[in-house]
């Protein structure tokens, strides 16, 4: 069976905005509704520059207790998020794609204290991603933490070579190992979705469409600025 992780790692809560805006995206029940209960082989199709740590560790974790086999497939990048979600079986990379992994990252209102309290959380975040790394590649935590805070993009090739992946596609003599980028909404962009949408039922809204997409399109490409969250507090996390 092949399941497909596509475009901006998403939570459940904003698929819609997605599907309505016909962009390519994946959350957890995409994957988790989707997996057989005949334990059949999973083939998970990756091209995903990443998005939200929580989705991202969802799929993972579904996937890596899934009893049957789990052939992960990168066909473009696996970057943040994708690539945490990419650890979660037997990895193969075609040899123009490309593996990213970096330090989480987030935005948060308030007082020193609370950026304090924020570094702290990254930092716990951090080691958590870093867990899935560890796992498959067995190399040791402080050497993976150094390169996600370099933010390392490894070819196919480097990805074999580190342990990220098992073999590059197409390739008789890959060595075989045992073991936004971003490209998503702003959460601006969803939240003022969300609004117009709560306003009154969709069924009467009557929109241009294709005015609507290039507004928003509009709005992602000129925004100067990350937007700055309405209460003090931590949003999700993007990865």
């Known amino acids: 069976m092949k399941l497909e992780v596509m475009g901006a790692i998403i939570s459940n809560d904003d698929k819609w905005i997605y599907d309505w805006l016909d962009m390519d995206s994946t959350s957890p029940k995409d994957i988790v509704n989707s997996l057989p209960s005949t334990n059949e082989d999973l083939d998970v199709i990756i091209n995903s520059g990443g998005g939200d740590v929580y989705a991202g560790s969802e799929i993972y974790t579904a996937l890596k207790e899934y009893p049957g086999k789990v ?21 193969t990379i075609s040899p123009t794609a490309q593996i990213m992994i970096h330090n989480v990252s987030s935005f948060v209102a308030g007082d020193n204290r609370a950026m304090q309290h924020e570094a702290d959380v990254l930092k716990g975040f951090n080691e958590s991603i870093a867990s899935a790394y560890v796992d498959k ?7 993976i933490l150094e390169l996600m805070n370099k933010e390392t993009w490894l070819t196919a090739q480097q990805a074999v070579e580190l342990g990220f992946a098992d073999e590059v596609m197409f390739s008789e003599n890959a ?3 045992v073991a936004t980028t971003g490209g998503g909404l702003s959460p601006e962009v969803i939240n003022r979705m969300k609004t117009i949408m709560n306003k009154e039922p969709v069924v009467n809204v009557n929109v ?23 209460n003090t507090g931590f949003g999700r996390f993007v990865f």
Do not use: F, R, Y
């Open 71 to 91: 052939n992960i497939k990168i066909v473009g990048i696996a970057a943040s998020a994708a690539s945490v979600i990419a650890m979660a079986g037997h990895v």
């Open 137 to 143: 590649t067995n190399q040791p935590l402080d050497d």
């Open 175 to 177: 060595p075989k190992l």
């Open 208 to 230: 241009d469409m294709d005015e609507i997409v290039n507004k928003v399109i509009e709005k992602m490409n000129t925004q100067n600025e990350p937007p700055k969250p309405q």
